[in-house]
């Protein structure tokens, strides 16, 4: 069932069901939502488009809401081709329909399309307003949440925020689960990198009143907002969002993970805190990813292997990195029959990172783990409890 925005304002978006890979390296077991949105007044404003993979479903509910009329506007909120594929294509249908977007937009919109709009290009700022008789726009600019052109819109009339890839989660819009969940895994591996340009955006809408939130993936809020800005607010101050450890590891033979499950054993019987687990080599990593921002403590384990750590260590470690991993508690398990090196490297990779405190004593097993080595595991649950 699509949803129901109001009178004048109709969803007209399409899930893909079928899709495996979403950015082509993001699992996605229950598919996604491409949102797009028209607003039917004196002047007709179509809110974006959709991926090259559902243009003729998303062209076959369009034409349904006009019923026959002809679409005066078309808003270019964000460029990446998951919502803009279809620009030329509906710029082609509807030869007189102009082209909203910001001076960003504009210089980008050649790398994707052969097109001349130089008579149809309608430029807005920060602040700008588009009225299309009963409903207005008002243009926000939010760069780097999370391409340099994005831009969000406010319709005051109904209170709703268009809100580009903002507030947006996997899965189609039929599925039944919780909202938290994806849309946590969504944020932090797509905008998670993009925290302070996110806290300005969201600066800015407080200045507002917001009673829908239209995103360009996943469900329309329409109650309890503050829950959902809330965590966006958490979320992008990287604070963590439970009390808890996330235990990260690998293992070759099992001896790695023989150690981390024994780790765990006592963690258990030291806290009530929540403990969760993810071997990275079975694992979903975009999850993993997930976990390491939702906790406010990490235990990251893992073998030397060629001289470095376990390749998915290496990946996990990486993909930290570059999305703004910071303000959490870490220690370290490592394990190495001969040389090891896996508590060096991995210590390298959080001391390039901001605000991690990192428990100096790591935890080296030597191959299988023995009797010898427990009281080192127990010093390391009891420093990542202080």
């Known amino acids: 069932m699509k949803p129901q925005i109001s009178d004048s304002v109709k969803y007209i978006g399409v899930d893909d069901k079928t899709i495996d890979l979403f950015e082509s390296q993001y699992i996605v077991p229950n598919g996604i939502s491409y949102n797009s949105y028209v607003i039917l007044d004196e002047k007709i404003a ?21 019923a026959g009329k002809n ?17 030329q294509v509906l710029a082609e249908k509807y030869p007189d329909m102009k082209l909203v977007g910001n001076a960003k937009t504009f210089n980008m919109l050649p790398l994707y399309f052969d097109i001349d709009i130089t008579d149809r290009k309608v430029v807005v700022k920060e602040g700008d307003t588009l009225s299309l ?32 890839d903002g507030f947006g989660k996997f899965g189609s819009l039929d599925t039944d689960e919780d909202w938290a969940c994806e849309a946590r895994r969504y944020y932090f591996n797509i905008c998670g990198k993009y925290g302070t340009q ?3 955006l969201l600066k800015k809408a407080s200045a507002i009143e917001i009673e829908k939130i239209c995103p360009l993936h996943g469900p329309v809020l329409t109650e309890n907002l503050g829950y959902y800005i809330g965590l966006y607010d958490k979320w992008s101050k990287y604070e963590p969002e439970t009390e808890g450890i996330f235990i990260a590891y690998c293992s070759i033979h099992g001896n790695t993970e023989q150690a981390v499950l024994k780790f765990k054993e006592i963690l258990e019987s030291k806290t009530d805190l929540k403990i969760a687990i993810s071997d990275l080599a079975r694992e979903d990593l975009a999850e993993c990813i ?32 570059i999305k703004g991993y910071k303000n959490r508690t870490v220690g370290m398990i490592e394990n190495g029959s001969w040389a090891p090196m896996a508590g060096k490297i991995m210590t390298t990779y959080f001391e390039n990172m901001k605000d991690i405190t990192i428990i100096p004593d790591k935890v080296t097993i030597k191959g299988a783990l023995k009797s010898s080595d427990i009281a080192n595991l127990e010093k390391l649950a009891d420093d990542i409890l202080k």
């Open 133 to 164: 008789g009963s409903h207005n726009l008002t243009f926000i600019m939010a760069p780097m949440v999370h391409w340099p052109e994005v831009m969000v819109e406010y319709e005051s009339t109904e209170k709703i925020l268009f809100s580009a």
């Open 46 to 66: 179509v809110m974006d488009t959709v991926d090259k993979r559902k243009t003729e479903e998303w062209l076959e509910n369009l034409e349904a809401e006009l």
């Open 290 to 321: 997930e976990d390491a921002f939702r906790y406010s403590k990490m235990i990251v384990a893992s073998p030397t292997y060629d001289a470095d750590i376990f390749p998915v260590m290496n990946d996990f470690l990486h993909h930290l990195k």
């Open 71 to 87: 679409p005066d506007y078309l808003i270019i909120s964000h460029l990446e081709p998951d919502h803009a594929s279809n620009i």
């Open 198 to 200: 996110v806290q300005a």
